[in-house]
């Protein structure tokens, strides 16, 4: 897992931007009523579902 690709994944989802190196990444966005979908989408990424 690349943290730069889910960085992006995650801030997308909050309507802005990210990405960084395989190991450091970070990122932000304006819609912080979607942080718990973000967060979600994040981990299921991880675990494969």
């Known amino acids: 897992m690349k943290a730069g690709a889910l ?17 450091f990444a970070q990122g932000g966005g304006t819609d912080v009523s979607k942080i718990t979908e973000a967060l979600s989408t994040i981990e299921q990424t991880i675990s494969g579902k």
């Open 7 to 23: 960085v992006k994944i995650g801030s997308t989802i909050l309507g802005g931007g990210g990405g960084g190196k395989d190991d």
